[in-house]
């Protein structure tokens, strides 16, 4: 039995070994991203002008709290919130606050709900009104990547291809990819091997195996890829001040390819195919 402060606790994890999780870690990862991916869902309706990132967080607490799970990141280091909300340039690990959201913002929401001791890791953007083009580009970028990370998710590739389907995707367009932080498996615990670096070359890194689970999380920026770390010791900027975006699945090598855990049941993980009826 692994309680909840394990989970959170760094020492678990053991360096280089890759967890090959079985059908009943497919069916607990399962159930955390549907209710991760359904709570993110819910939020849709509440991201608009005026309304402050510590209301949401306060929406996702009580959807976690109302559905017998914990979101993971309260207590995680430190960190207080149940959300990471990041806006505009703000990288990722945006702390959650009573500033209100503003016309043409876009803001990545990070939601980790741990469901019988199983995690399901996902974040995604949410515009606010109307945003500019060049925003719209940056997410539009920051989904096929993630989508063309997914697609080389299968037996017979390694995570370098992974990161390597990711980076051709961003460079293509002139963005560029975060070095900085990287997608990770998970399972039990919230943090676990192997990281999933979200740009590199094809082949390169450990091959995937069924049962491996992990996210991926690419995190595209308009200008250059380099980060600072806020003061408050979590929210990462662009030193650019260059927005940024990022969307995240958490996902499960099977024989074939991979199952995504944290799909939509609305249909609203890509916010602007969403909006075009798609
Ligand atoms: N959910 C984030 C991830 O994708 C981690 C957030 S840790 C926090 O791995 F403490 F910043 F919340
Ligand atoms: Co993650
Ligand atoms: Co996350």
Redesign the pocket.
């Known amino acids: 039995m692994i309680t909840y402060v394990d989970a959170t606790s760094k020492s678990r994890r053991s360096p280089g070994i890759i967890p090959l999780h079985g059908e009943e870690g497919f069916a607990g990862m399962r159930k955390a991203g549907q209710l991760t991916a359904e709570a993110l869902d819910i939020l849709t309706d509440y991201v608009e002008a005026g309304v402050p990132t510590a209301t949401l967080d306060r929406i996702a607490y009580e959807f976690a709290r109302d559905h017998g799970a914990v979101p993971?990141?309260i207590f995680?280091?430190g960190?207080r919130?149940s959300l990471?909300t990041s806006l505009n340039h703000v990288v990722?690990?945006g702390i959650p606050d009573d500033r209100p959201l503003r016309e043409g913002d876009i803001v990545n929401i990070?939601?980790?709900l741990v469901v019988d001791g199983w995690h399901g890791?996902s974040?995604r953007m949410y515009p606010v009104g109307e945003i500019s083009r060049k925003a719209e580009r940056l997410i539009e970028v920051t989904y096929a990547g993630l989508e063309a990370g997914i697609a080389a998710a299968r037996p017979g590739n390694t995570t370098g291809d992974i990161g390597a389907a990711i980076q051709t995707i961003a460079e293509a367009e002139r963005m560029s990819v975060v070095r900085d932080f990287v997608?990770?498996g998970l399972g039990r615990l919230?943090?676990d091997e192997p990281n999933i670096l979200h740009f590199g070359t094809p082949g390169s890194g450990v091959p995937l195996k069924p049962g491996m689970i992990f996210?991926i999380?690419p995190m595209i920026n308009l200008g250059r890829p380099h980060v600072k770390i806020l003061s408050d010791g979590?929210t990462a900027v662009t030193r650019d001040r260059t927005l940024s975006a990022q969307c995240?699945h958490s996902i499960g090598i099977t024989e074939t390819g991979c199952e995504i855990f944290t799909l939509s049941p609305k249909g609203l993980f890509n916010p602007l195919a969403a909006r075009s009826g798609q």
């Open positions: 993971a990141t995680y280091k960190y919130h990471c990722c690990h990070d939601l980790t890791d974040s997608g990770h919230f943090h996210t999380e979590w995240e």
